[in-house]
């Protein structure tokens, strides 16, 4: 059975700096592409950042030269280092994976459940 595992989430001022990851079991998706979503209260989940199988990336405007996602193939663990916070990063932030090498955000397949980023002004 495939789980995908974040940690790292939690409070921090505004300014300060996050870094989550996302262990996954039963399946090797180091290779394929992933991404993270985050869900704020009261509105719909976006896509904020993906990496490809050639480690090519894209992230959303309101994160793009503030957070970073990476991977440990071998450790089948994703990684979003986030600095700079802002109290509108405030939400859960969900990993993901999809089956194919190169993908978008409506192609993934595999979910994490979910940790909580609160960010204080």
């Known amino acids: 059975q495939v789980q995908l595992v974040e940690s790292g989430g939690g409070s921090v001022q505004a300014g300060g700096s996050l870094r989550l990851s996302c262990a996954v079991y039963?399946?090797?998706?180091?290779?394929?592409?992933m991404a993270w979503f985050r869900q704020a209260p009261g509105k719909e989940r976006e896509g904020i950042a993906l990496?490809?199988?050639?480690?090519?990336?894209r992230y959303a405007d309101s994160v793009k030269g503030r957070f970073t996602i990476s991977r440990d193939t071998a450790k089948n663990t994703l990684f979003l280092q986030m600095n700079t916070l802002k109290p509108e990063d405030t939400a859960t932030y969900y990993c993901?994976?999809?089956?194919?090498?190169?993908?978008?955000?409506?192609?993934?397949?595999?979910w994490g459940k979910g940790i909580l980023v609160t960010i204080s002004s």
């Open positions: 993901a994976a999809s089956g194919r090498w190169f993908c978008g955000y409506s192609d993934m397949r595999a």
């Open positions: 039963g399946y090797d998706y180091s290779n394929y592409c």
């Open positions: 990496i490809n199988h050639d480690s090519s990336t």
